[in-house]
Every structure is written in C-alpha cells, then in structure tokens.
C-alpha cells in the first residue's frame, strides 16, 4: 500500500487543520493506523492510532481532547483532526499503517517506528503564537 499525507500548512495557535492520509493498493480497513510526528531538533514521537477494527484508539497525553483520529473506508483516507493547536504541535507528521489485524490501539501506541509496516512521506504542520 502507499500513503500519501496532505493537509499541513501554517497555522496561528489556537486554530485548527485536518491532516489527511489517502492509501492506494488496498483497502484502508485492512490496517491499523497511526499518526507520528517529529518536532525541529526533537525525536519522532507517537501522536494517535486507530485499530484495524476502528475500535479502540490512543492518543498522547500531549493531544488528548483535541486531536482526533478517524477513518473514511469509503474515501480510503486516514484523518487528524487537530484542534486548539499550539505552538509546541509544529512538527512533521507521518502516517503509518500496521498490518496486524486485532492488535489494540493502546499496544500500538507502544510500537516502535520499525515495526509499522508503511509510512506516507510526511506534511509539515506549523503553528505560529
């Protein structure tokens, strides 16, 4: 499958953007989804996930209450919802899928990079105070 994130820009603090992950060659309900991103001068870092069932999802304690993950099977697109963005959320963000049907959101988050088996290529996402 390849990904292609889109929907990052510049944005004030407080505002709002929604970040898209559109797949191509198989269906999006085939995977588990994550959203990661990597601040200027800072590691790569877990954001949100979504399981393959669209169950359960995870977030940072960083996010949560006003990031939202979400999946459209129909458009074959992965979202981010962000809201009330703050300075400290620029970033690069990546989408990731896991093929690994049944595993939960909560483990997911937990996952290191190597073992998510496809990234899109990145959409910078800055917020200016």
Not at 39 to 53: D, I, L
Not at 115 to 120: E, L, T
Request: aromatic share 10%.
């Amino acid at each position: 499958v390849q990904l292609q994130a889109s929907g990052g820009g510049l944005v004030q603090a407080g505002g709002s953007l929604r970040l898209s992950c559109a797949a191509s060659g198989r269906a999006v309900s085939h995977y588990g989804w994550g959203w990661f991103r990597q601040p200027p001068g800072e590691e790569h870092e877990f954001v949100a996930a979504v399981s393959w069932s669209g169950a359960t999802t995870s977030y940072a304690d960083s996010v949560k209450g006003r990031f939202t993950i979400s999946r459209d099977d129909a458009k074959n697109t992965v979202y981010l919802q962000m809201e009330s963005l703050k300075p400290e959320d620029t970033a690069v963000y990546y989408c990731a899928a896991l093929d690994s049907p049944g595993t939960a959101a909560i483990v997911m988050a937990t996952m290191p990079r190597d073992k998510w088996d496809y990234w899109g290529q990145g959409t910078q996402v800055t917020v200016s105070s």
